[in-house]
């Protein structure tokens, strides 16, 4: 459908309706994936790896299996072999051969919690009495956990068969360094010469976790005709189909993957673990197996984000204009390629308008679980650095942090250094909302600081399917393909109910499985609003033209006189005859005998997704007797595209704020000298809680997008962009001190001030 350009013009999109899963979620009824249970069902538990790196020499199940109770064991070769040539099939994002060496273990152990083997058994405590009984011989080898460690030449490579990719001509020797990836804009040398002032920094993060109140979980049932069902809590029902039949070489038809509510997942649940496991065990028992990760398994063995090393190069002149920017990126991947670098070095600069630039950027590998997306990933990391030094080198010119945003940032015809050239974007709105803000002008006290930092994420398009049903009482269902982890089930709803000019309450939105709708990329990439919207809106027009054509039968008149406005049919005009207009109710309750039931499906491969653009603003009081950093008020402002529903436009800013706070001073993996995680729980990873936090203030910028048919771009990934930088600029601020190590926690701010005399 065309863009609808005048926000007057809109009903619903823009209000703030009750969500249609609310009352399920407060009163508990609705499904969880660790909610499912069968019959028969049996306890699935991971035998994991003691040690950071080993081969392993044999595994023994003998005594497991003996356990009454034990009703079957699974581990290396159980699974088949996935060859390098069917390693990527399809548009599959991850290596499947890695996948799967990932969810158990074959020839070596790479990190402390890789799965070794799995048992079913009667209850959860016999299964995990059965793992102990399960006896590895392990041959222990060195291990490399530092991402410039793992670097060096004479580092302990974890895989024999990776050579270094991006690089001419190609490594002859295998290397922890999976890929390098460069992007370059101007001549950097000549920009270094232009400039008045060049400073070098170097920025360092921890690795994170996406720290989803809800752990992995998953029901699997395998019937003896092949046919399987999957529960899980996941972020795509179609990518836990894909990854499973090809981990168990079974037949994606033969494989049902019905997607549970979803307790939290931020990127971290659109890869799997459990399903496979499962799913062997199920074949080998012939019975349901249930699998749910502890929270130490959580930590232990699922992704988090990378740790990373950042080099800062910049050259400015006195007058603030950035002529150069050099920039070293170096992530940590984990025990198997595919950390998010590529989309550091893409975003990490991308709200600048660079003369001058050349970013190069390092996949490490290390004894550590395989990194897995976390809410714009990759952006957070390359943007502290960045916009940290844009900071250090605004103070060393005596420029206004927001000025020199506003002298530096992108435009529209701005050409950034990863390659577009951008159109229709709302940054330099966002920097004059920020002026403008009523934050900025509230005095700071003494030991108090404010930091400002932007960000930007490209958002995604991509494949969804939707169906559109009118039912006999004129009530409407739309069935989506996109698991609902942030409102997207009410914003279906409201974009179906605005095009067929109904009442947002007669529209029923659903999550459908993989057998009930066609195939839909997974939720995530701030990619569901844009793409799906796209999907239901088409599905709703189709849904109209079917509806002219009733009225048009009823009438005795031809389908081109009719119009459809306001959740009526209508003649066209006066040639067209007088007749009363006919409502969605009426025309549905006379569809048997007007040619049927009323509806439409659609699939698309969703293009034009805009990118967003956020600049945020960060209060802070140090206690320089502790440390300790207290966030006395945050605004995040942000261009979304449009608003569909507001209330959770504003819910993804305020909890990508959280996030990022928590990411800055507090959060990070803490690793003891033999590869051990140290604090794989709540009690130790310490996450913000609400008093923590201060009520977050929030400034939505709508510059519409006009690919979407009103006018969405994506907003859940952009606000965890900028405030790890902000946070720490405005501790800059407040103390003169400038931290770029993160965390900044109480014990090494307290350090730092202590280092530079109180």
């Known amino acids: 459908m065309t863009f609808v350009a005048n926000k007057e013009d809109l009903k619903v999109v823009g209000t703030r309706p009750i969500r249609p899963d609310g009352v399920d979620k407060v009163t508990g009824r609705a499904n969880f994936g660790a909610d499912m249970t069968m019959p028969g069902m049996l306890w699935g538990k991971i035998k994991r790896s003691p040690h950071a790196h080993a081969r392993i020499v044999s595994i023994k199940t003998e005594k497991a299996m003996a356990l009454p109770g034990v009703k079957a064991v699974v581990s290396r070769t159980d699974f088949p072999d996935i060859t390098p040539e069917r390693a990527h099939i399809g548009a599959a994002p991850h290596n499947l051969r890695d996948l799967s060496q990932n969810c158990m273990a074959r020839d070596k152990v790479l990190y402390a919690g890789h799965a070794v083997a799995a048992v079913a058994a009667v209850s959860p405590v016999v299964a995990e009495a059965a793992c102990e009984l399960i006896e590895v011989a392990y041959e222990v080898l060195p291990h490399v956990m530092d991402v410039e460690a793992a670097m060096r030449p004479d580092a302990p490579v974890l895989h024999d068969n990776i050579f270094t990719s991006g690089i001419e001509p190609r490594p002859t020797k295998p290397s922890n360094i999976a890929k390098q990836v460069r992007f370059a804009k101007g001549d950097v040398e000549a920009g270094f010469k232009e400039a008045d002032i060049v400073i070098e920094r170097r920025y360092t993060t921890q690795p994170v976790h996406q720290a989803y109140i809800e752990p992995h979980a998953c029901l699997v049932t395998v019937q003896p005709d092949g046919q399987c069902t999957i529960w899980s809590s996941s972020q795509g029902q179609f990518m836990v189909r894909a990854y499973t039949s090809r981990i168990c070489g079974a037949d994606i038809a033969n494989?049902?993957?019905?997607?549970?509510?979803?307790?939290?997942?931020?990127?971290?649940?659109?890869?799997?673990?459990?399903?496979?496991?499962?799913?062997?065990?199920?074949?080998?028992?012939?019975?349901?197996?249930?699998?749910?990760?502890?929270?130490?398994?959580?930590f232990r063995a699922t992704g988090p984000t990378s740790g990373a090393v950042v080099e800062v190069k910049l050259g400015g002149k006195k007058d603030g204009h950035i002529t150069a920017l050099e920039a070293v990126l170096k992530y940590q991947s984990g025990a198997f390629p595919g950390s998010p670098v590529n989309q550091g070095c893409m975003c990490g600069p991308a709200v600048y308008d660079l003369p001058n630039a050349v970013v190069t950027g390092y996949d490490v590998l290390s004894n550590r679980p395989k990194v897995a997306a976390y809410r714009a990933p990759g952006a957070p990391i390359a943007s502290f650095a960045i916009e940290s030094c844009v900071d250090e080198l605004g103070r060393e010119l005596g420029i206004d942090p927001l000025k020199m945003r506003e002298i530096n940032g992108a435009r529209d015809g701005t050409k950034a250094t990863h390659g577009p050239t951008w159109v229709n974007i709302g940054y330099q709105k966002t920097l004059e909302e920020a002026k403008a803000a009523a934050h900025m002008k509230v005095p700071l006290g003494p030991n108090q600081g404010r930091g400002v930092a932007s960000g930007y994420w490209h958002n995604a398009g991509g494949e969804s399917s939707a169906a559109c049903h009118i039912n006999e009482d004129g009530t409407v269902t739309v069935t989506e393909g996109h698991p609902d982890i942030g409102g997207s089930r009410a914003s279906m709803a409201m974009m179906v109910a605005e095009v067929l000019g109904i009442p947002y309450e007669r529209v029923r939105p659903v999550v459908g499985d993989t057998t009930?709708?066609?195939?839909?990329?997974?939720?995530?990439?701030?990619?569901?609003?844009?793409?799906?919207?796209?999907?239901?809106?088409?599905?709703?027009?189709?849904?109209?033209?079917?509806?002219?054509?009733?009225a048009a039968v009823t009438w005795d008149i031809s389908p081109d006189a009719v119009e459809w406005k306001d959740g009526m049919a209508i003649p066209a005009g006066p040639n067209a005859g007088s007749f009363e207009p006919l409502s969605l109710a009426d025309i549905a309750a006379k569809s048997a005998r007007t040619g049927g039931p009323i509806s439409a499906e659609v699939q698309i491969n969703a293009q034009g997704q805009a990118p967003g653009f956020t600049t945020h603003i960060c209060d802070v009081e140090v206690d320089k007797e502790t440390g300790h950093v207290k966030i006395l008020r945050y605004t995040a402002i942000q261009d979304v595209g449009r608003a569909i529903h507001p209330s959770y436009v504003e819910g993804q800013m305020q909890g990508g704020v959280a996030q990022g706070i928590g990411w800055a001073l507090n959060e990070e993996y803490i690793y003891d000298d033999k590869g051990q995680l140290e604090n794989p729980g709540f009690l130790d990873y310490r996450v913000p809680v609400a008093s923590d936090m201060p009520m977050i203030d929030t400034i939505i910028v709508e510059v519409p997008n006009p690919r979407h048919p009103f006018g969405a771009r994506g907003c859940?990934?952009?606000?965890?962009?900028?405030?790890?930088?902000?946070?720490?600029?405005?501790?800059?601020?407040?103390?003169?001190?400038?931290?770029?190590?993160?965390?900044m926690s109480p014990p090494r701010l307290l350090d730092a001030i202590d280092r530079n005399g109180g």
């Open 516 to 550: 009930s709708i066609g195939f839909s990329a997974s939720t995530g990439g701030s990619r569901v609003t844009f793409a799906g919207g796209m999907a239901v809106s088409a599905a709703a027009e189709k849904v109209i033209e079917q509806l002219k054509q009733r």
């Open 255 to 298: 494989i049902r993957a019905i997607p549970a509510e979803i307790g939290g997942g931020f990127g971290g649940k659109t890869i799997i673990y459990l399903e496979p496991v499962a799913y062997m065990l199920s074949k080998k028992s012939g019975r349901p197996v249930k699998m749910v990760m502890s929270r130490e398994e959580v």
């Open 716 to 743: 859940g990934e952009v606000p965890i962009v900028p405030p790890m930088a902000a946070v720490a600029n405005a501790i800059a601020d407040a103390t003169g001190i400038r931290l770029r190590d993160l965390p």
